[in-house]
């Protein structure tokens, strides 16, 4: 059984970092793309960043240039370093693990970690 676990959020004040982590246990690390999504209060399941298997990188144009996805295939882990953040980066952030490189739909990716909260205050 595949699971996601989300560590690293917290709140932290306008401009400031944190670096989320996610571990995928139970299956194949190398094998699964990862993507990071958000969700805030009220709204829908946003699409921030992808790795895929190759290790190519995509990002929203809302975070690109703040944020930086990256794997540790030895670690079995999926980064995102947040920098310069804002209030309205604040949301529950989630991983998810797909067997192909699904990019930003969320439907697709088959694995989903519980989330971890990021609050970012003015």
């Known amino acids: 059984q595949v699971q996601l676990v989300e560590s690293g959020g917290g709140l932290v004040q306008a401009g400031g970092s944190l670096r989320l982590s996610c571990e995928v246990s139970?299956?194949?690390?190398?094998?699964?793309?990862m993507g990071w999504f958000r969700q805030a209060p009220g709204k829908e399941r946003d699409f921030v960043a992808t790795?895929?298997?190759?290790?190519?990188?995509y990002y929203a144009d809302s975070v690109k240039g703040r944020f930086t996805i990256s794997r540790d295939n030895a670690k079995d882990t999926v980064f995102l370093q947040m920098n310069s953040l804002k209030p309205e980066d604040t949301a529950v952030y989630y991983c998810?693990?797909?067997?192909?490189?699904?990019?930003?739909?969320?439907?697709?990716?088959?694995?989903w970690g519980q989330g971890t909260q990021v609050t970012v205050s003015s």
């Open positions: 998810a693990a797909g067997l192909s490189d699904y990019g930003t739909n969320a439907r697709l990716y088959e694995k």
């Open positions: 139970g299956g194949t690390f190398s094998r699964y793309a």
């Open positions: 790795i895929f298997i190759g290790g190519f990188t």
